[in-house]
């Protein structure tokens, strides 16, 4: 049913429905708002989801169950053990293989009718405009900063619309970006988020951690959103950034407006640069003083004294931790309390999960005099693939 804050349909009816496809969706069918009518323009959307890992196993899964003619699923990666606690659309025995093929298996599995586009490659500033101008849609299930602004900027040039989605911990958002909407109501991404957050403020996933379901509820709610944008029914996100906390069990919505400073998008930019994961002042803290996890086990093997310092967090630390290490969490070294701990007459060596928390405390401690800190290039995890492959990976 159109509302007053509805959008005209993205997506014109396909011909027909065959008996087959009657009788598949026809709960969706018998609702008056959707119809024959809307399920005719699903089967004709074709959608792009980015990523086929925590908000694009659901998202894909459903966007298939509700009869969208054609996906396309951009991923290059791997199923890997670690993704099966969320990424549902992948199996015990999909490990290993390109989360591409898995996700389509799946996918067909469900609805053999779709068409399943695969694009195994990297989205990069030179393939994702050509690539979202033949979607009528795109649904960004990305992890991290720079991949987002280039979906949002190249959405903007490519004049398509896009549901987005964030999730960490027991939090997610969802809202629907979309710069040339009618009626003057365009807004996009960086009217939420002018300017990415400072390195290190926002950990990752992969160092957060997420709670599984999340996943799942988040995911329904962009699926929910393409469908709305596809068929023009209901008030779709646009303008509004919706907030779900698990552990609150509440939902709320957040008016936005469009950035009245926000210059226009004319071409995509370098966007690591834009995002930079670790701070320059911890670049330029690490050029020179890292040590690779084969320079460390050769200093301890050598019976040097040094001081191996965690900067995790204690739940990482009761996961896995290197033998001898003393747990200093990075935030207790940043705000100066915890730098009387540390050893004066011996050489640091900090490290964290992967080198980026490790990178941004050792600034700190060249910038409390600790000249000789070093930190361990690649983390805990380079520590576990290199020197002791018993520990476990995380």
């Not at 995911?219 to 209901?234: C, F, P, Q, R």
Request: net charge negative; glycine share 10%.
């Amino acid at each position: 049913m159109s509302s007053p804050k509805s959008l005209p349909p993205l997506v014109e009816p396909a011909a027909e429905l065959t008996r087959d496809e009657v009788a598949r969706y026809s709960r969706h069918l018998i609702i008056p708002d959707l119809g024959v009518d809307g399920q005719k323009r699903l089967k004709n959307a074709k959608v792009l989801v980015i990523g086929a890992g925590g908000l694009g196993s659901p998202a894909l899964l459903y966007l298939a169950a509700a009869g969208v003619g054609t996906l396309g699923i951009v991923e290059f990666d791997e199923v890997d053990a670690s993704n099966l606690q969320r990424q549902i659309i992948h199996g015990e025995s999909d490990i290993g293989r390109s989360k591409a093929d898995s996700a389509r298996d799946s996918i067909l599995e469900i609805n053999s009718g779709i068409d399943v586009e695969l694009h195994k490659f990297r989205l990069d500033n030179d393939n994702a405009v050509e690539l979202f101008s033949r979607y009528d849609l795109i649904v960004d299930g990305t992890d991290n900063f720079a991949t987002r602004y280039l979906v949002n900027d190249a959405a903007v040039l490519a004049g398509k619309p896009y549901v987005w989605g964030s999730i960490y911990r027991f939090e997610g958002q969802v809202s629907v970006f979309w710069e040339d909407a009618p009626d003057g109501r365009g807004i996009n991404y960086r009217d939420l988020y002018p300017e990415a957050p400072p390195p290190g403020m926002v950990p990752s996933c992969a160092e957060g951690g997420v709670l599984g379901v999340l996943c799942a509820s988040i995911g329904s709610i962009m699926v929910t959103e393409a469908i709305k944008l596809i068929t023009g029914i209901g008030e779709p996100l646009l303008g509004r950034l919706m907030v779900y906390d698990a552990l609150d069990m509440n939902y709320r919505t957040i008016k936005l407006r469009r950035d009245p400073e926000r210059k226009p998008i004319t071409e995509l930019i370098d966007y690591d640069a834009f995002c930079g994961v670790v701070s320059e002042e911890g670049q330029a803290a690490a050029a020179g003083s890292t040590v690779t996890a084969r320079e460390l086990k050769d200093m301890l093997d050598a019976g040097k004294d040094v001081a191996i310092i965690d900067v995790r967090e204690p739940v990482e630390w009761d996961i896995v931790r290197i033998d001898g290490a003393t747990l200093v969490p990075k935030d207790r070294i940043l705000s100066g309390e915890a730098l009387a701990e540390l050893p004066q007459n011996r050489p640091i060596v900090l490290h964290c999960k992967t080198g980026v928390r490790s990178a941004e405390a050792l600034a700190a401690l060249k910038r409390a005099g600790f000249a000789d800190a070093t930190h361990l290039q690649g983390g805990i995890i380079a520590w576990a693939k290199q020197i002791d492959p018993s520990l476990p990976v995380y």
